[in-house]
């Protein structure tokens, strides 16, 4: 027997939306991942991008456990001397939200091309609407995101 291998014009990708309010960072994160490596999908194959393009509503509704909001940092450098730049949690959250789910999705993927890949299919709204309808997106339930 031989393994099967998914090829690229047999892979069908179902648009995904979720509803993070209320939700948890890092467990939100996880399940987001997943849809976007394709690992519940039964033709799951690691070095092939074929996960789901996910969209995700209400980013500024997000909730973290402890004191994540005043302790964890988001680190940047400029490449300049003196260009490195320390942002809090809370910041970043009431400055661009979208961006901290960004981020933690995309620590979560793998970090090479098929990572990059992967995370251009995530759409993030901090809001409740988004331009996707033509896409018909099916939504995710709280349940099977808790």
């Not at 960072?25 to 991008?49: P, Q």
């Amino acid at each position: 027997m031989s393994t099967y291998t998914v090829k690229a014009g047999e892979i069908e990708r179902r648009w995904w939306v979720v509803d993070a309010d209320g939700a948890t960072l890092g467990r939100l994160a996880t399940r987001i991942a997943a849809l976007l490596r394709g690992k519940h999908k039964v033709a799951f194959t690691d070095h092939l991008d074929v996960g789901d393009p996910v969209i995700v509503l209400n980013a500024a509704r997000i909730r973290v456990t402890g004191k994540k909001l005043k302790q964890k940092q988001y680190y940047r450098h400029s490449g300049y001397p003196g260009g490195f730049r320390a942002e809090t949690l809370e910041r970043l959250l009431e400055r661009r939200p979208e961006e901290v789910i960004r981020r933690a999705v995309r620590g979560m993927l793998p970090r090479n091309r098929l990572g990059e890949k992967m995370i251009r299919k995530l759409f993030v709204y901090s809001g409740s609407e988004h331009p996707h309808a033509a896409q018909r997106p099916e939504p995710i339930s709280k349940e099977a995101m808790a």
